[in-house]
């Protein structure tokens, strides 16, 4: 009797359950498929998730400390000038900012832009600089209209520079409601770098007396407020005085917009798994089914190898290295699969439910994240009750005495 | 005189012990084989051959008594090391033959050498030797399945053989197997006697135990050996 | 060849594939760098929340910070019933008579049959 090493054994037990999954390929393909989809759907629900969601968080610290609104009558309101002097004096604000900006609806597009004004002037400084593509402002004695009046000037977000390229409006905009006398031209001195059009594409960033003769906003109010606390422990509690002293004033805290980043996009993410609960459970079934308990005709195998005199230890190995190689395969290609999906095609089908119907997308390029965490679980998860359900009958059908086989046909 | 290579004493067997349905189907038996004897174990059915030979081919252990197969008290070790002992010294033919359907002639040879760690090269060499030997060659790679079944029994000789076990066990060889198919049997078992196996069948066939070439004939009834 | 030669190469196989993926996976954390860069500038620029995803109705741009009253603040896990919910543009209804109208009985029916 010839007797090899322990590696030569592991690789004829590895060939042995090779061959015998090959036996039983027309339910085993059945098994690695609909795993693979499973294993697919699940994870490239969460991929898609924690992306967006990171792509939401990546800036969440630039935010300002505490954005103050005033509700009048349930709804936001100008905010008068009269609040900032009794803001800026509670101490640990470090400075108030106040802000205009508001939305304009373009009915031929049916889109709204955001409108925000600003001293455009920052942009032409320092690291801001880099943000925008700068264009060349057309000279006075070129158009009478399109003069560089400098409140009157405007940058915009990509994607809203490509639709009024389209109306040949790439060179200055005329902002126009029915209301007005006449349109408000803008000249268009720049476009936000592609990079980054997740925050900017249906931006439109004006001079800030621009934006309030665009918003009607009258002077000496503005849309809201920012308010800058250094100290970000006392952030809720300037935010509770800004409250208590007017209790018209609505804050909200960087927290606060955080906790909606988190879950925008985790009761997305619940609502599509949770859609295809039925499908999962249906597959997880189907699989249970196909996997769990032992045919006669494998009961019997499993005698005829007991009798020629292997060991339960074998045939349990034998059927662990099935289980491990069918599951293991399955939740690695389902996972790369759904990476390959998310990442490099763009989730065509899952990134419209995700982030929904609009009238002027970004390209939209995410950033891969992936928490090794919940890969891990994943593979846990479907690893782990495949080898249980698929290995303990196979081990009850080990440990009985194969004179058993002998004796039955 | 010869060593006795296998050896039983005093064995009984009971199935389903405690329970309703309880069965002794081997009461207090006792053999002794000589090396390189033929002998055959014969009685009517349900007389408790098989489950002797059960017990002697280690496919389960005794109640009572003790099973020795080469000077090892079988029946008392733990089920890794008789399952060892098994697949070095004892070559065990099925009556339904056994073999797994779905695959080839050559797997279903060399299945008992799988645990063992025998590469596939030193397997095959071995099944081929076999193979040619039973004339089976040409079926080598063929379905189970797709066989006759007279070279199914010659598969499942094959595979008792693979081990060069010196013990072999046979049940009821001939119950499936028409006259001339039992006289090539015949031919077969004579040959591996001759090349010095021991060998023990049950059977009810007269055709087996009348040949001249078996050695003893124990005959059985109720479990015990009567002769 | 052997069957578990064949698991070997899957196995590489695999493990190249994963590769790739993490190449991709490198490749994009590295050149989102300076993206990253220039969106903090962005958003340093101009305080405003949320991403550009959607552009639909203003409490659906800045839900983060919209009025009290809009659906995502009300409860953050009410149901999808906002437009951008769903992956298809919400049906032209500008051209639509109003569905109610008084003393033209039926005007009414034809507009429920759209």
């Known amino acids: ?409 | 005189m010869a060593n006795p290579v296998v050896q039983a004493v005093n064995v009984t067997k009971t199935y389903n012990r405690g329970k309703p349905n309880e069965v002794t189907a081997v009461k207090h038996a006792s053999l002794k084989i000589d090396e390189g004897s033929l002998v055959v174990l014969k009685g009517p059915s349900g007389s408790g051959k098989t489950t002797l030979l059960s017990l002697i081919g280690c496919q389960t252990k005794p109640t009572r008594g003790e099973v020795i197969i080469r000077g090892k008290k079988v029946s008392k070790l733990p089920e890794k090391f008789m399952n060892q002992h098994k697949r070095r010294h004892i070559g065990f033919i099925f009556q339904h033959f056994q073999l797994i359907a779905g695959m080839s002639v050559l797997d279903n040879i060399v299945l008992p050498l799988i645990p063992e760690g025998v590469s596939p090269k030193a397997r095959n060499k071995r099944a081929d030797r076999l193979l040619e030997q039973f004339n089976l060659a040409h079926r080598r790679q063929f379905k189970i399945s797709s066989l006759s079944g007279g070279e199914q029994q010659r598969v499942a000789i094959a595979r008792a053989l693979i081990n060069n076990a010196g013990i072999l066990l046979a049940d009821e060889p001939t119950a499936h197997l028409d006259s001339k198919l039992t006289s090539d049997l015949l031919d077969y078992i004579e040959q591996l006697k001759q090349s010095g196996h021991t060998i023990l069948i049950t059977s009810h066939d007269p055709v087996i135990y009348q040949n001249p070439a078996v050695d003893r004939v124990l005959e059985m009834k109720d479990g015990q050996i009567t002769s | 060849m052997r069957y578990s030669s064949w698991l070997a190469i899957v196995i590489v196989a695999f493990c190249l594939w994963s590769g790739s993926a993490y190449m991709h996976f490198h490749n994009r954390q590295i050149e989102s760098e300076q993206q990253i860069k220039l969106r903090h500038q962005f958003q340093k620029a101009v305080g405003l929340p949320n991403l550009a995803i959607t552009s639909t109705a203003r409490y659906l741009r800045h839900y983060s910070i919209t009025d009290l009253t809009t659906p995502f603040q009300d409860y953050p896990a009410s149901p999808d019933h906002f437009p951008a919910g769903f992956a298809f543009a919400p049906p032209d209804y500008s051209n639509m008579p109003c569905p109610i109208v008084f003393g033209k009985p039926e005007k009414l029916t034809r507009a429920n049959t759209l």
């Open chain 1, 1 to 409: 009797m010839i007797s090899g090493s322990w590696f030569e054994r592991q690789k004829n037990i590895i060939d042995y359950s090779l061959q015998s999954l090959l036996r039983r390929r027309s339910k085993n393909i059945l098994i690695l498929i609909i795993f693979i989809l499973l294993v697919f759907a699940v994870s490239s629900v969460l991929f898609i998730t924690e992306s967006l969601t990171q792509e939401m968080m990546i800036t969440s610290n630039d935010l300002p400390d505490i954005t103050v609104q005033r509700i009048v009558g349930g709804r936001q309101a100008n905010v008068p000038a009269s609040y900032i002097p009794d803001i800026e004096e509670i101490p640990g604000v470090e400075a108030v900012e106040t802000r205009v900006w508001g939305y304009f609806y373009l009915a031929s597009l049916q889109a709204n832009f955001t409108i925000y004004g600003m001293d455009l002037n920052l942009l032409e400084e320092g690291e801001y600089q880099k943000i925008v593509n700068w264009k060349n402002v057309p000279d006075e004695s070129e158009n009478q209209i399109l003069s560089t009046r400098p409140d009157f000037r405007m940058i915009v977000g990509q994607g809203v520079f490509e639709l009024l390229r389209d109306i040949q409006m790439e060179k200055a905009y005329l902002f126009y409601q029915p209301t007005w006398e006449k349109p408000i031209p803008f000249d268009i001195i720049g476009t936000f770098k592609t990079e980054t059009e997740l925050q900017s594409n249906d931006m439109m960033i004006l001079q800030t007396e621009g934006a309030r003769r665009v918003l009607e906003l009258p002077p000496d109010e503005f849309t809201d407020m920012a308010v800058y606390v250094p100290n970000p422990e006392e952030i809720d509690n300037i935010a509770l005085k800004i409250r208590r002293y007017f209790p018209e004033l609505r804050t909200i805290t960087k927290a606060q917009i955080k906790n909606t980043y988190s879950s925008v996009f985790g009761w997305k993410s619940a609502f599509v798994l949770s859609s295809m609960l039925a499908a999962i459970f249906a597959f997880l079934i189907l699989i249970w089914d196909k996997a769990s308990g032992l045919s006669p005709e494998e009961k019997r195998e499993i005698g005829i190898l007991k009798a020629v005199g292997w060991d339960t230890d074998v045939l349990l190995s034998v059927k662990l290295w099935e289980g491990l190689i069918l599951s293991g395969v399955s939740s690695l290609a389902g996972i790369l699969l759904a990476y390959t999906y998310t990442f490099q095609l763009r989730a065509p089908g899952l990134r419209e439910i995700f982030i929904g119907w609009s009238a002027i997308y970004p390209s939209f390029q995410l950033i891969p994240d992936a928490d090794p965490k919940s890969l891990l679980l994943i593979i846990t998860i479907s690893v782990v009750p495949y080898l249980a359900v698929t290995v303990f009958p196979a081990w009850k059908a080990a440990i009985t005495d194969p004179d058993v086989v002998i004796r039955n046909i």
